[in-house]
């Protein structure tokens, strides 16, 4: 017990978690936006898969590091236009095209690594983004504070503007939004777009400032926790924000445990712990979820 | 211009829409296999040759076969009935963790009763693991999409976690695999000096059995109408949730036993790297094969042609083999779009 104490004052471990919280709030952030607007999108994994490339890829060839964060994010956004044109005007199935646009991403981006650099058997690196100079754990990357502060602007916009209106109600009545003269597969197409530019941003947060290079299988099932922490967050932000954060102290704890515990379990089942807390979490908010009310429903103008 | 849904499909445009499909992912590759500056025909060519071009590559596309005609079913059978089964990588492990376990040397039976015991156990292991998820589903209401997929990573971790500890070979120069499994559990050979073993024959026996067991009986009438629609099922007086679990058991079976298959047929042993993610490429050929369980087989013949041929292209030139990655995943939402066409059709005003 005491150890847990100690870990749990100590800076190192607070600058931990919110390193480890930051793709987690960018990724359910792009989730939530897709599905708020009606979308599900189980591109997810592939998206951040595309972005940490495509983002690294560019800072490798020499852009600077914002400019691989922008291409990350577009990068992100057509793979999202992709999985918005087949889902929104010709509504297919949103779950086999999530999984059909990450298995795209995915490939797309290990074929593409492996094509430039075709014999690298360690990973070349670049320069990643250093931590600010701040003070205990407000030392981080800009990456981490851009993604806390995304958290208020996609809370602001959503409730508070416009646009946020016209992206929850087709979420919620699309024929009603159509009824007040809205394009509910533009709006949809939008949120998707924006999302999943988000979901890149999370991938291209682990290659541009958690590590300084990319690896296969880096993702390693990120993006499905977000999924998980969507529904969590009973698809708000600010509960996003709290979710990732909860999410990232336990997986802060049971890097630092394994440490300390190693020798007596193995491995393993600390690194289980995230994947099985994430279902441990969907299982006790799925009685009172309140579900976007047309999620997954594709919306054609004029059927009931 | 609008898209009007066709009362039926003729049997025509059903065939005709995985062909277009595949030959618009072939197109959209080519493009990507121009961009590495690579002859394009020539590297079709070459993939066409590897897959088929002799003897040796043909039972290599066949081996890689067997397990794809296995997920692909259990990916056919669950989407079905509406469960979304995208675990069928953590249930093939499972199936083959069952199979090392019993296989070597802990059941001390004739090789005609080993080999099935030990098939289904892997079997069953596979259809437990799914039955977890297909329960929250019924029970809770918790999506079975992030569930399984979830699931598929804490597998993998439990499979690691048994190969570096309990079921880690003593004679294996530290390699974190599991000691080989008894000769008498080994499933023999279908062609003498090549990888191809009677797993195959065994998925395909299962593929028409499950095609005789949809359209014959009233067990897969049962299932087709779920599917279609829970709620009406559910008033025409069927147990739905038991219907979903029994999908959910035979499904994880199914690739659970792709599983057993490959340790007992192919490796041997097993080890982390006994699926290049063949649960996620059996959901690929179930699509291709738009969940007809006589349509898997060959939808699961292309994409192991495709694998096979892709490993001897990269060898000849510079294009890497993720490229069988790219293709299949462009197949895949190819065939969403085609399979949506062959619904509809299109209509002028």
């Given at each position: ?34 599905e ?23 800072v ?62 360690t ?78 941003l ?12 990319f ?33 990232a ?56 | ?39 394009v ?35 056919a ?54 039955l ?43 390699w974190?695999?599991?000691a080989?499994?008894?000769p ?33 009986t ?30 959910a ?5 199914l690739a ?18 006994l ?22 087989v ?29 293709l299949?995943a ?16 299109l209509?002028?005003?």
């Open positions: 017990m005491t150890e847990i104490l100690d870990i749990l004052v100590s800076a190192a471990f607070w600058t931990a978690v919110l390193r480890i919280a930051t793709p987690y709030v960018l990724g359910t952030l792009g989730e939530l936006l897709c708020r607007a009606g979308v599900l999108n189980l591109g997810i994994e592939g998206i951040m898969t595309l972005g940490a490339m495509a983002g690294w890829m560019a490798y060839q020499g852009a600077d590091l914002w400019t691989g964060v922008l291409f990350a994010a577009f990068c992100g956004a057509l793979l999202g236009l992709l999985h918005a044109v087949l889902t929104v005007p010709l509504g297919l199935s949103q779950h086999v095209t999530g999984i059909g646009v990450t298995l795209l991403g995915t490939s797309l981006s290990y074929f593409v690594y492996r094509l430039v650099l075709p014999q690298a058997s990973p070349p690196t670049v320069t990643p983004f250093q931590p600010l100079d701040l003070p205990g754990a407000l030392a981080q990357t800009p990456l981490t504070y851009l993604a806390f502060a995304l958290v208020g602007l996609v809370a602001y916009v959503l409730y508070r503007t416009p646009v946020g209106l016209a992206v929850r109600m087709v979420g919620e009545n699309p024929a009603a939004a159509e009824a007040q003269g809205l394009s509910v597969t533009g709006v949809r197409i939008g949120a998707v777009m924006a999302g999943s530019a988000l979901m890149a999370a991938g291209a947060f682990l290659t541009l400032s958690a590590f300084n290079a690896f296969f299988n880096m993702v390693n099932g990120r993006g499905w926790i977000c999924v998980a922490l969507v529904v969590f967050a009973s698809w708000r932000p600010g509960k996003a924000l709290l979710g990732a954060l909860l999410f102290v336990f997986d802060a704890l049971q890097l630092r445990l394994q440490q300390v515990a190693g020798g007596v379990l193995p491995y393993q089942v600390f690194l289980m712990m995230p994947y099985l807390l994430s279902i441990l979490a969907l299982v006790l908010v799925a009685r009172r979820a309140s579900y976007p009310r047309a999620l997954m429903v594709p919306y054609r103008k004029g059927e009931r | 211009m609008r898209l009007e849904p066709r009362n039926d499909t003729p049997l025509a445009v059903r065939l005709l829409a995985p062909v277009a499909a595949v030959v618009a992912a072939l197109a959209l590759c080519a493009l990507l296999i121009a961009w590495t500056g690579a002859p025909l020539r590297a079709y060519g070459l993939l066409i040759e590897g897959a088929v071009g002799s003897r040796f590559a043909l039972t290599e596309t066949l081996t890689r076969a067997t397990p794809l005609i296995l997920t692909g079913l259990a990916a059978v669950a989407f079905r009935a509406k469960l979304w089964n995208i675990g069928a990588e953590g249930q093939l492990y499972m199936g083959a963790l069952a199979a090392v376990v019993l296989g070597g040397g802990m059941l001390n039976l004739p090789s005609w009763l080993l080999i099935p015991a030990v098939m289904l156990a892997g079997m069953a292991a596979g259809g437990v693991t799914l977890g998820p297909a329960v929250l589903k019924t029970r809770f209401g918790v999506d079975e999409v992030v569930t399984t997929l979830l699931l598929n990573f804490v597998v993998l971790l439990l499979v690691s976690m048994l190969l570096e500890g309990a079921l880690k070979d003593p004679m294996g120069m530290g974190p695999q599991s080989p499994v008894d008498a559990a080994e499933l023999p050979k279908l062609v003498e000096r090549t990888r191809l073993h009677a797993g195959l024959a065994v998925a395909l026996g299962l593929a028409v059995l499950l095609w005789l067991i949809d359209t014959r009233i067990w897969g009438y049962e299932n087709r109408a779920v599917g279609a629609n829970p709620r009406a099922a559910a008033f025409a007086g069927m147990p739905v949730s038991w219907i979903m679990l029994r999908t058991l035979l499904s994880g079976g659970g036993l792709a599983g057993a298959s490959e340790v007992l047929g192919l490796k041997g042993y097993l080890t982390l790297d699926s290049p993610g063949f649960g996620y490429s059996g959901i690929v050929v179930a699509m291709l094969a738009q969940l007809h369980p006589l349509g898997v060959g939808a699961a013949l292309f994409i192991a042609g495709i694998f096979v041929g892709a490993d001897a292209m990269s060898r000849a030139m510079p294009v890497p083999n993720y490229i069988a990655d790219v299949v462009t197949s895949l939402l190819c065939m969403l779009v085609a399979g949506l066409l062959a619904r509809y059709r209509r002028r005003g």
